[in-house]
């Protein structure tokens, strides 16, 4: 959604409370993972409203964006899933300029008394004294930066605590002048917060990097956007050899050698980049199995929602699609990958089957009610639960022997991954894959609960009340969702002792524990106890706390699981790139 015509439908209702609205602006040259997962995150773990991403119309530097129309549409299908919390704006077309004019011309969209915070990376920091960062800072009452890594060079203080040992550990959060920041910040009265948590390395540069890895970055929507207009893809490219060649001249002027990491023959190089695009479209697929498992769900408990169950239906068609005839070919080495994409292959004869085992049964469970009706439908929804786990299983292993493998290439260094400021290299190879399987466990055992709830539908809560099995089951469900969560947020904590990541997916299971609620009339005995603490006292009174809406239910559990699925690709990206 636009956030030019978006605010128009929300002035009325926010009338009485004044929003905050974050401004991420940026090129999105193009929008990656690491974009939608710091408005997300902004979001759902600061006092912010809405985040309004803002592409930029004309560059100052950068010539050869994409069309300012195809960044704006990749931008608005990257964030789509969660809803109206993000928006996407075209202001800067309109006023032709960006920073204080583009803000100027933004808070006219808003009801007066609306503020305005500004989003960025911590490199803001090097120009934000400059004329550019303070009229761009005079119309906003906030600042949030994240801290972020980046890429080692020349230029970076090499005593820096936070830099990583090693050589062959190329990425360092920056120094932060602490002194410039909050004497600006002071000067122009302004709240300073920040975005922790090392996320992986993002850039719109390692999007570009190799035809073989740029899909590893984005979003599914985005890919698919780029697959149908292979021109754009084209453009990318030759920006990025450009950009190289200006580089390679710029380190000739220096007499700075221009050094690569890898010692790789190009081919290898491209087995590697063959090898991750397939762990992302494990992840993908297992995603897209997980919806039509929801999907099919709510279809059968509802009679309704068959438009939408026949699009998730197409979406996991596409993302089986391999583009190879033989998919396996340059991967002898791979043999946990070349397992992988023989069951990517397998996908649709099982799957093919089940559908028409669906369709054959869908009238009679349609009309089916009671706790047997719903027992029924679960009967053919958690067909997929036992081929999603060997699926996951199957994509952490192919992701383990990547590591494997660029680690042997490396002559057993720690190789180019991204290492918290607390971690060895060699203990993040072996974590890597262990985070990465506990976050697809984590979103699993969520997108269980959503198929659960969904297979009974609107009338959960009475079958719920009336049937002590039923509720048993259900809080089951909850219990292995709740173990499951926790176990990712500890592993996490183990990474970093600031981590925002977590933090927005709290938020968002807070908004499912309210559904759970609404459902079972009391909380599960999984739920944590500040969560509890936290939810009663936000309520003046048992009675406030409305009515279950299956549909609702949906939305809730599907906004926490794309999060997941985000996170769970961006770390999978990172590792894959860096390898």
């Not at 999105?28 to 930029?56: E, M, R, S, Y």
């Not at 583009?102 to 500004?118: H, S």
């Not at 695009?277 to 993908?284: C, K, R």
């Amino acid at each position: 959604m636009d956030a030019n015509t978006a605010t128009a439908a929300t002035s009325s209702s926010a009338a009485a409370k004044p929003l905050t609205i974050g401004v991420f602006g940026g090129s999105f040259n193009p929008v990656h993972l690491g974009h939608a997962l710091l408005a997300i995150t902004t979001q759902q773990t600061k006092p912010v409203d809405q985040v309004v991403l803002v592409p930029v119309y004309k560059h100052a530097v950068k010539r050869n964006l994409l069309p300012f129309e195809d960044r704006v549409r990749m931008c608005q299908l990257a964030i789509a899933s969660f809803g109206d919390a993000l928006s996407v704006s075209t202001i800067e077309q309109e006023v032709g300029a960006s920073n204080g004019a583009m803000l100027q011309a933004l808070k006219k969209k808003y009801p007066e008394g609306t503020r305005f915070v500004w989003i960025c990376g911590d490199d803001f920091i090097r120009w934000m004294h400059k004329p550019k960062g303070i009229e761009t800072l005079q119309e906003v009452s906030g600042l949030i930066l994240q801290r972020r890594l980046h890429k080692q060079t020349e230029d970076m203080i090499p005593g820096s605590e936070n830099a990583t040992s090693g050589a062959q550990n190329r990425f360092i959060q920056e120094p932060l002048d602490e002194e410039k920041l909050h004497r600006v910040a002071k000067q122009l009265n302004l709240e300073v917060d920040f975005i922790y948590g090392e996320l992986p390395h993002f850039s719109s540069t390692l999007v570009r990097r190799a035809p073989g890895h740029w899909r590893s970055f984005l979003t599914q929507t985005v890919v698919q956007y780029l697959d149908e207009r292979p021109h754009l893809l084209q453009q990318l490219i030759d920006d990025l050899e450009q950009e190289e060649q200006e580089q390679t001249q710029l380190a000739k002027r220096q007499k700075v050698s221009h050094r690569h990491h890898h010692k790789r023959t190009p081919s290898t190089l491209a087995n590697l980049g063959k090898a991750g695009s397939f762990v992302l479209q494990g992840l993908d697929v297992v995603d897209a199995l997980q919806l039509e498992r929801g999907r099919t769900g709510l279809h059968l408990s509802t009679g309704a929602f068959q438009s939408e169950l026949e699009q998730a239906q197409a979406a996991t068609d596409s993302r089986l699609i391999l583009r190879n005839n033989d998919p396996t070919e340059g991967l002898e080495e791979f043999d946990e990958v070349s397992s992988l994409a023989a069951e990517l292959q397998r996908i649709p004869v099982w799957l093919g089957h089940d559908r028409r085992v669906l369709e054959k049964r869908s009238k009679a469970l349609l009309g089916r009610g009671g706790i047997d009706g719903w027992v029924a439908r679960l009967s053919l929804v958690e067909k997929f639960n036992s081929r999603i786990d060997v699926l996951i299983a199957a994509t952490t292993r192919a992701l383990v022997e990547i590591l494997e493998n660029h680690q042997k290439g490396n002559g057993g260094g720690g190789g180019g991954a991204v290492v918290p400021s607390n971690q060895s290299s060699s203990s993040t190879n072996q974590d890597i894959p262990e985070l990465l399987g506990k976050w697809c466990d984590g979103k699993e055992a969520l997108g269980r609960l959503r198929a659960f709830v969904c297979a009974a539908g609107p009338t959960a809560p009475q079958m719920v009340q009336s049937s002590l099995k039923m509720r048993q089951r259900l809080n089951q469900r909850i219990d292995t969702k709740d173990r499951s969560i926790a176990q990712v947020l500890d592993f996490e904590a183990g990474f970093s002792s600031k981590v925002s990541a977590p933090e927005a997916l709290i938020s968002l299971l807070h908004n499912v524990t309210l559904w759970e609620y609404k459902l079972m009339r009391c909380f599960a005995s999984s739920t944590p106890l500040p969560v509890i603490h936290t939810f009663l006292n936000s309520l003046p009174s048992q009675d406030d706390v409305g009515s279950f809406d299956v549909e609702k239910f949906f939305d809730a559990s599907t906004s926490a699981i794309d999060f997941l699925l985000s996170f769970a690709k961006a770390l999978a990206a990172s590792a894959c790139a860096t390898a």
